[in-house]
């Protein structure tokens, strides 16, 4: 029998806990596990359970839940770098509010370890204790420093990056070919919305190539690290096409419901924002998936002899370094041919 529960993959530790929480849910919840890790979907599949009673899709409240649209589902996603006092207040004063519909409201808040310290101090009271009818599931990727007080006050669920194989066997099940899917697994860094993507990238085994090739085409010249960045680029470019259809599907579908149901807050303009928060990390996170291919051309240097032992080190170095860069918001272009610019040529 379907259940919202099944998109919730590689997690059965998790579900079980959770499935027991719904005996008697208490007031918070905090997920936290890496991008991609189906948290969200969790999110949603327990706040539909909680609200609705029951696990079925088909249910009218669990179809609402799932879809974002319950008036007693009420989810927070960042406007900016992180979630701010102004968004800190707009969630408590939510939180107040009596269910539209039912017995329960549910408030989830998404990317919450991008809290910063003066929303986190406004919220830890209305967390730890919220009105009777309202419960909070929280999804963090971690819980740094300034937010260990509040996660002392919510039931902690831990969330762990997909293996490849399990990913690569939900996307044989969604009907993709057995390599391809495994190719995808591969480079979704344990993402398994990021595997859907790249499983329907037909340019992937070229980018892949492409980074792998940088050892053989790099010759420590400038126009050499440019000719590579810019097609480095130009792939990536390409590579967010599949994801940019499947927004557009999720922007007409959002469309047909205002037009049918009409606008109820800012729905739109949140689904815009996530739109673009996902394509931003879908291109870094392919430049750090590319980045550890090239890492492990320099190891096989290293071993082939073609790269001495500080050489080879110091590639590796710089590119760890890169990717890390990477990771906080660097400009990619620059981070790029700095990197090529800098990498040693073999014998």
Known sequence: MASVWDEVVGQSTAITQLH???????????FVGPHGSTTEQAARAFAASMIAGTDD???????????????????????????????AEWIIEQ?????AEGDLTVMILHDFHLVNDVAAGKLLKTIEEPPASTRFVICAETVPAGLITIAS???????????????????????????????????????????????????????RETFASAIHVLDGSGHA?????????????????PMVERQAT?????????ERFGARGSGKKRLEDRHKRELRRFTTDELRAGLTVMAGTYRDALVAE????????????????????????????????????SLPVPR
């Open 250 to 258: 999720e922007a007409a579908e959002m469309q047909a419901r205002v």
């Open 20 to 30: 027991r929480a719904l005996d008697s849910p208490v007031h918070a919840y905090l």
């Open 153 to 207: 006050r919510c039931v902690r669920v831990d969330f762990r990056s997909i293996p490849d194989q399990l990913i690569a066997e939900r996307l044989v099940a969604e009907g993709i070919d057995a390599e391809r899917a495994r190719l995808a697994a591969t480079g979704s860094l344990g993402d398994l919305d990021r595997a859907r993507v790249l499983a329907t990238d037909p340019q992937l085994a070229e980018r």
């Open 306 to 341: 073609r790269l001495s032992p500080a050489d080879a080190a110091a590639a590796i170095t710089a590119i760890n370094e890169t990717i890390s860069a990477l990771g906080r918001n660097a400009n990619s272009t620059l981070a790029l041919q700095r990197l090529v610019w």
């Open 95 to 99: 939180s107040w509010l009596s269910p």
């Open 225 to 241: 690290a440019m000719t590579f960045v810019a097609r480095i680029e130009a792939l990536l470019e390409t590579a967010t096409g």
């Open 57 to 87: 899709p088909t249910d009218r409240d669990v179809r609402l839940v799932m879809a974002g649209d319950h008036p007693d589902c009420r989810e927070v996603e960042r406007v900016g770098a992180g979630i701010d006092k102004e968004q």
